[in-house]
């Protein structure tokens, strides 16, 4: 295989003149060039990634950190960034964590090592890493994306959803279906993405007139498995309820599998609602009914944004996401009797 050595003595010129061509950097006389060029292409010469990597001063690939790799909500944001690098010339490289154990260190040791392999950006979706922690990595930090999380000294550099709002429109999809007994199954404390939905979705029901201290609540761990253990333990409480809403589709799913097996209804008896709209939602017995996060829009605005940072390109950026409601079969209008009170949406 020819190397840059190679080109250069065929061409008769010193290696850092047939570099420079290579590279685009640097000024080489037109005649000179032609020659460098005509040995490139006699020798089929191709740089290596090291070599590109050495001319360039750029690695060309853009780091990405995950806290878990497994499930339905990744896979999609991990294939629009690998696909959006790939028709530009990029690539990707791929850091996660374990799911369990001490998530703030485990972010780190991801972006650590994502900056030894070189990498001239990096992607973070973890609600873990602190102001403090970002600080740390010195110049690293003005190439640092971070999605689906707000950290206010670097606002600029965060892309999410605004959960708040979608947390009033689960709530709002359901009220409007005159649901009055509710059930909720929500993700752990430690995601304030989370949270915020959660407690927008309590404070809808509360203005609505809904006691939130009839409302069945469960704290999970976004998984299928959450999902089916929260269900159990909420049939198994005999609280009664018409309308479910689970914090993400996975738990959804995972609930909807265990109302078939013991026979309830959806949506006959009791509606289910979920969260995010991922793939997993498009397939479900009964298919799900969930509040749309635009999760691929927030993922290319904030790669385009890092790539024009990194790379000086002119990508467009946006930071407005509207979330909306995609209806499938889980969500029905309230078993009769359940219609004391109208709904009124503002």
Not at 103 to 117: H, T
Request: aromatic share 8%; net charge neutral; proline share 4%.
């Amino acid at each position: 295989m020819a190397t840059i050595k190679d080109v250069a003595r065929l061409a008769q010129v010193g290696v850092g003149t047939a570099s420079r061509v290579v590279s685009g950097k640097g000024s080489v006389a037109p005649a000179t060039a032609q020659r460098i060029r005509q040995a490139i292409e006699e020798l089929n010469f191709k740089p290596s990634h090291a070599a590109r990597t050495l001319l360039s001063g750029s690695s060309q690939m853009i780091g990405v950190y995950i806290p878990l790799l497994k499930g339905t909500f990744y896979t999609p944001i991990l294939q629009t960034i690998d696909t959006e690098l790939r028709t530009n010339g990029r690539h990707m490289v791929l850091a996660f964590g374990r799911g369990e154990g001490d998530a703030r260190e485990q972010a780190m040791e991801g972006v650590e090592f994502l900056i030894d392999r070189g990498c001239d950006g990096l992607v973070v979706m973890s609600s873990a890493l602190r102001e403090e922690d970002v600080a740390s990595l010195g110049a690293k930090q003005q190439h640092l994306l971070i999605l689906n999380h707000r950290l206010d000294a670097m606002a600029d550099q965060c892309f999410q959803a605004d959960h708040s709002r979608a947390g009033i429109l689960a709530a709002q999809t359901l009220l409007q279906f005159r649901h009055r007994k509710y059930a909720v199954i929500s993700g752990p404390d430690s995601a304030p993405d989370n949270v915020e939905r959660i407690d927008a979705f309590m404070g809808e029901l509360v203005r609505q007139g809904i006691d939130p201290n009839a409302v069945w609540t469960l704290k999970s761990d976004f998984s299928p498995e959450g999902g089916w253990a929260a269900a159990r333990a909420l049939v198994n409480s005999g609280h009664a309820f018409t309308a479910l809403f689970c914090a993400n589709d996975e738990m959804a799913v995972g609930a909807l599998s265990y109302f078939q097996q013991v026979g309830i209804s959806v949506p006959g008896q009791v509606s289910v609602l979920g969260y995010d709209n991922t793939h997993a939602a498009e397939y479900s017995a009964p298919r799900l009914t969930s509040v749309h996060i635009p999760w691929r829009d927030i993922t290319l605005s904030g790669l385009h944004w890092l790539l024009n940072r990194c790379y000086g390109t002119s990508y467009s950026v946006v930071r407005e996401f509207p979330i909306s409601v995609t209806w499938r079969a889980s969500v029905a209008m309230s078993p009769a009797g359940d219609t004391d009170k109208n709904y009124q949406q503002v």
